[in-house]
């Protein structure tokens, strides 16, 4: 079955510290790629996004992610992160096929908390 | 733009009953998609419509069902409720159009909590 995994549950950094949450998908098709973040008290909103062309995309917030095909992963980094980006994270895979429109299949999600 | 509303933020309701809820997508937008969100189960795809056609449905079981209107705005509705229905139901919407090959992402509604009792 098709599934997504992020490796980290629970991670605690301090401020200023370096980001990098994983994220491995099982379908070796054509996908889209997403990273979700949901703020404490707040709806889910996206992140970063990629679908084709430059493997390394730059989000909102100083996110960035890197896509590797050879290893069907999308991990998200952050070179420093801030007490507010306290949240929890989603990865999001999308199989580009006709059976699969509109279906974001998503990890577990990994909570991060920042201390300040 | 507006971005995706959906009613009401909190519902109570008791085994047996049923429910419907409502969300309206960003304006333009022709693609719903609902999920639910527990914490064991995570997000899990319930259906998508698409100019009030269901194109892809998740592995829900049959009382949970859906429609989506001409203006986009999309219903959906749990019968028979279970206390294991008791969860965050997250509606989406998406520009993408019929047979977009790229795909395109999704935006948020703030969700409706539903509490079985």
């Known amino acids: 079955a098709q599934s997504v995994s992020q490796h980290n549950h629970h991670v605690i950094l301090s401020e200023a510290a370096s980001l990098e949450l994983g994220c491995n998908y099982s379908?070796?098709?054509?996908?889209?790629l997403f990273w979700y973040v949901q703020y404490p008290g707040q709806h889910l909103q996206l992140l970063l996004k990629?679908?084709?062309?430059?493997?390394l995309v730059k989000g909102i917030k100083g996110f960035e992610a890197e896509f590797i095909k050879s290893k069907f992963s999308f991990n998200l980094r952050k070179p420093s992160v801030q007490w507010s980006d306290t949240a929890e994270y989603f990865c999001a895979v999308n199989r580009l096929d006709s059976s699969n429109t509109g279906k974001l299949i998503f990890g577990q999600g990994t909570t991060l908390q920042v201390k300040p | 733009k507006a971005g995706v509303t959906q009613t009401p933020r909190y519902l109570i309701k008791t085994r047996g009953q049923q429910v419907t809820l409502s969300c309206s997508p960003i304006s333009g937008h022709r693609s719903v998609s609902w999920y639910q969100q527990t914490p064991g189960q995570g997000l899990q795809f319930l259906f998508e419509y698409f100019s009030e056609t269901q194109r892809n449905k998740g592995n829900f079981p049959g009382r949970f069902s859906g429609r989506q209107f001409s203006n986009s705005r999309s219903e959906m509705n749990v019968s028979t409720l279970e206390l294991g229905d008791s969860a965050l139901y997250l509606c989406?919407?998406?520009?993408?159009?019929?047979?977009?090959?790229?795909?395109?992402?999704?935006?948020f509604g703030p969700g409706t909590r539903l509490t079985v009792t």
């Open positions: 989406a919407s998406s520009p993408t159009s019929s047979g977009d090959p790229l795909g395109y992402e999704q935006y």
């Open positions: 990629y679908f084709s062309g430059d493997p």
């Open positions: 379908y070796g098709g054509t996908v889209n």
